[in-house]
Structure formats: C-alpha cells, structure tokens
C-alpha cells in the first residue's frame, strides 16, 4: 500500500514569486509519481508525471518536480508564479507493478497567488 | 476529442434514498474510475472499470456499485444513502496502458440531507 503527505495545507505567495510544494510519500514498492492540479469547482488535471528516467521532470505551465528516492519526496516546483496559478495541488502515487490501478492521493495544498 | 462528462453536476438527496451518477469517458479510453473527494480532502478511490469488468476496488462498503458499458460510458450507484456521502464523485478515464494518468471530468456534487 502506499501513502502520501503533502506538508503545507497552504501556501499564500506573491504573484513572481518562487514556490514549492512538498511531497512526500511512502511505499514498500517501486512508485510512479503524479502531480495534478483543480482549479475552483472544475475536475482534476494532469500538471505533470514521473515513471523513471530523469529525475527532474517538466509539466505544464512551468511547473516541475523533482523525485528523490532516499528521501522519499516529489517537491513541485515553479520559479515564478502568476495570479492563474492559484488552485489546489494534489500529489498522487501509484505502485508500478502490472496489476495496480489504485491513485493514491495526499490532501492537497491550496496555493494562493496574491498580486 | 471530446472529454470526460458527468451529470447531474449537482444534486441533493436525502439519508436513505438511492443515486445515480453517470460518465462518459474520453473518446478511445476504455478504462474508467471513480473517487470520491469530501471536503478539504484528496480523492479517495472507489472502483475501476476495464472492458465492462471491474478490476479494482477501495475501501467503500458493498452499497457502492457501478457499470461500465460497451460504449465505456459507466455509472457509479449509491445504495442506502448516509450523511458521510456527501462529497464530489469524479469520474476519469484512461488508456489501459497509461497507468496514473487520468482524465477527470468536474464531478458530481452530491449533498446528502
């Protein structure tokens, strides 16, 4: 089974600002990593994915996240945030192995851009 | 390509009663979920539905069932209806071989009187 924390409920920055979101996760097996992004009453959207290779992966609008196995986090990142990218964040892990299906998600961090 | 759709977008039932929510999946996925996600918390999966058999389940009670059908369109029901289901349902959709990557729809509120 696996399980995720992400650390900061909130998040308030000013708008080009850097931001990070943390994750951290736990899992006896090998993972792939998601993060996904819910703007204001709208469903989920896939911001970005890790399933091996690089480390450092890049998404949409700027954002990227970096897996680190021995500390077991997936930090999302962006150097310079605008008022758009206010919304929920939500950090997702799934198993690799053939037979997963199950996305476990964190509780999500309200990131707020204030001008 | 159209997206993932759900309807009603919004309902409100009372303690006991019976629902149930629809989705259409995104055109050429033939896999489709559902979470539930209560206020101020992630989504927390329900089931998944693969070529009309469901392949997955979390830790919901048996009053939880769903459909998928040939068009991979899939309904989620909730029998026996309690205070505690009040949440949004997402439904989301994928290609099988996509594992982790899903399309949502925006959900159907559902608040439970």
């Known amino acids: 089974a696996q399980s995720v924390t992400q650390l900061d409920s909130q998040v308030p920055v000013f708008e080009e600002a850097p931001v990070e979101l943390r994750c951290n996760y736990s899992s006896s097996v090998s993972v792939y990593l998601f993060w996904y992004v819910q703007y204001p009453n709208q469903g989920l959207q896939l911001l970005l994915k890790y399933l091996s290779g690089s480390t450092l992966v890049k998404g949409i609008n700027g954002f990227e996240a970096e897996f680190n196995k021995s500390q077991t986090s997936f930090h999302l990142r962006k150097p310079s945030v605008h008022i758009s990218d206010t919304a929920e964040y939500f950090c997702a892990v799934i198993g690799s192995g053939g037979s997963n299906y199950k996305l476990t998600f964190g509780k999500g961090t309200l990131l707020t851009v204030n001008p | 390509e159209t997206g993932v759709t759900q309807s009603p977008t919004h309902l409100i039932k009372t303690r006991g009663q019976q629902v149930t929510l629809r989705c259409s999946s995104q055109s050429g996925h033939n896999t489709v979920s559902w979470y539930q996600q209560a206020l101020g918390q992630g989504p927390q999966f329900i089931f998944q539905y693969y070529r009309e058999e469901e392949n997955g389940r979390g830790n919901f009670p048996p009053r939880f069932s769903g459909l998928q059908f040939p068009n991979y369109s899939s309904e989620l029901n909730v029998n026996a209806l309690e205070l505690d289901d009040s949440a949004l349902y997402l439904c989301?959709?994928?290609?099988?071989?996509?594992?982790?990557?899903?399309?949502f729809g925006e959900g159907s509120r559902l608040t439970v009187l």
């Open positions: 989301a959709s994928s290609p099988a071989t996509r594992t982790g990557e899903l399309f």
